[in-house]
């Protein structure tokens, strides 16, 4: 393309210097007719015995300092009186006079006794306007054809430099474009970008690529994760990806829905404002986990179950025998009546089917623990309690609140107190145990991902809890607070935005 560019442009430009060779000649040939047949000595000579003798030598000398190929001064009839070649003289004029001899100038290609030329024929006219003579003046092609040809090598040079330049421009542009792509042709380019975009739709994992501090590339894992639509603002993106690009290593987030996001950040080298976040969905992780931990903790259950069950029935067996029945039959039936007064109470007091089976698991993992739990009289919870939070949040907040009591509880005297009263309006969870609590260093410190006062924290799956609580309740507009009164104690206090407080429930009913 840019050899026929090139090509074409000096082609153009040749002909346009034949095109003004050939205006210019015409522009010449007009100025010399007309000068001389302007002149009073032209007239004079014409109109004297012989005009031959005194125009030849003028026009000649005219003719080698303008280049002109013949300068023609002749009678009205056509008569020469001069001409470069001096044989000519006295010929007949081989061309148009009529014009001329009507007293206008003008211009034409004919051929002569030279050859194919471009000549302007003027009238010489006397005091009375009568025609005395004809004066033509002209250049042949042949001399403007070999003026243009001396002037082709200065379009060649042009046109050499011109491609010099060019492909000079195109190696480099080549060059740079070789080593943006790492060498890869326009049809690998292709190929690699379909397959790369089929295997980011594909991967379990969730990917977004940021640059200049902006997301340019979501995959479809990373739109669901993070609850994202086609049309997401800036503002609905969460925080690590628009508050920077520094390293993040394994850093656990909670996205809507509580949740829980394993997230990794890498800036990009030498780009500024640009990093690869990867998205991982740790909400089954934990949910396996706390599977795991259940199911371990319900073999080792059973395991002393079926161990106290053997001496109990060894007991059992031993009463009937001596024929103490009764006692057998109460020694047999305690544990159950004890649950099941469990289940009316918890029931009564929590309408909340899922956070009323959520408090009895914990009363029978507490019970395991030999730690004293109790579910105080002052709790209340309706049903209606969803418009405050969603059952997962509720039991994530519940939860991790029990988990984290018993876990604190004094193993010299372990119990733990749990108060729950809430309505769609306002929701206070207190849960309190006999634990040494926190001051307000280490309670700051419990909020972030990963603090744990057991070794290994975030890495060991530990430290989640009550920071998946600061955040829950953090997006509800509620407050967490942490205190040491009659034990440890730990509050959660959400309530829905417009209730008065009036409507709401006292501190002190907790």
């Keep these: 393309m840019v050899i026929a560019i090139v090509c074409v442009a000096g082609a153009l430009g040749s002909y346009e210097m034949y095109v003004h060779a050939r205006s210019t000649a015409e522009k010449q040939s007009a100025a010399i007719a007309s000068s001389l ?7 004079e000579a014409l109109l004297s015995d012989d005009p031959t003798a ?50 206008g100038t003008y211009t034409e290609v004919y051929t002569g006794t030279l050859g194919p030329s471009i000549r302007t024929i003027a009238p010489v006219v006397d005091d009375r306007g009568d025609v005395v003579g004809l004066v033509a003046a002209g250049f042949t092609l042949d001399s403007l054809t070999a003026s243009w040809q001396r002037q082709l090598p200065i379009v060649g040079g042009i046109a050499v430099t011109a491609l010099a ?10 060059r740079r474009l070789l080593r943006q792509t790492g060498g890869l042709a326009p049809d690998e380019l292709r190929v690699m970008y379909e397959h790369h975009d089929a295997v980011l739709h594909a991967v379990s994992e969730g990917l977004v690529v940021v640059e200049r501090g902006r997301p340019v590339l979501v995959n479809d894992e990373a739109r669901r994760l993070l609850g994202l639509t086609e049309s997401g603002r800036d503002e609905d993106l969460p925080a690590f990806i628009t508050d920077g690009v520094e390293p993040i290593i394994d850093e656990t987030h909670v996205a809507a829905g509580g949740r829980i996001l394993l997230v990794n950040r890498a800036p990009v080298p030498d780009r500024a404002q640009s990093a690869v976040i990867t998205i991982r969905d740790r909400t089954e992780l934990q949910s396996a986990t706390g599977s795991l931990a259940a199911m371990t903790q319900f073999a080792e259950h059973l395991r002393s179950q079926a161990h106290e069950w053997g001496n109990r029935m060894h007991t059992i067996a031993s009463l009937v025998e001596m024929g103490q ?6 020694l047999a039936t305690g544990d159950f009546a004890v649950r099941d007064d469990d289940i009316a109470r918890v029931s009564a007091l929590i309408r909340d089917p899922g956070v009323a089976a959520l408090l009895l698991g914990k009363l029978a993992r507490a019970r395991d623990r030999s730690i004293a739990m109790t579910v105080t009289d002052d709790s209340r919870l309706d049903a209606s309690v969803s418009a405050l939070l969603t059952p997962a949040e509720l039991h994530t907040v519940v939860g991790n609140l029990v988990d984290n009591a018993l876990d604190a509880a004094d193993p010299d005297d372990p119990w733990v107190e749990i108060t729950v009263i809430g309505d769609a309006n306002e929701l206070r969870v207190t849960v309190a145990d006999s634990g040494p609590g926190m001051d307000s260093e280490q309670f700051e410190l419990a909020r972030r991902r990963g603090y744990s006062t057991k070794s290994g924290g975030d890495e060991l799956g530990r430290g989640l809890g009550l920071h998946l609580i600061d955040r829950i309740v953090d997006r509800r507009g509620g407050t967490t607070t942490a205190e040491q009164t009659y034990g440890s104690v730990l509050s959660v206090h959400l309530i829905r935005p417009g209730v008065t407080a009036d409507h709401a429930i006292p501190a002190d009913t907790a």
């Design 54 to 103: 005194r125009l030849q030598s003028v026009t000649e000398g005219v003719r080698a300092v303008t280049g002109a190929a013949f300068i023609t001064i002749m009678s009205p009839d056509g008569t020469r009186f001069t001409h470069t070649d001096p044989a000519q003289i006295g010929g007949d004029y081989l061309g148009s006079r009529d014009e001329a001899l009507a007293g």
């Design 325 to 330: 029945t009764e006692e057998a039959v109460r």
């Design 165 to 174: 330049f060019s492909f000079t421009g195109l190696w480099l542009l080549r």
């Design 37 to 43: 047949a302007s002149a009073p000595s032209t007239l």
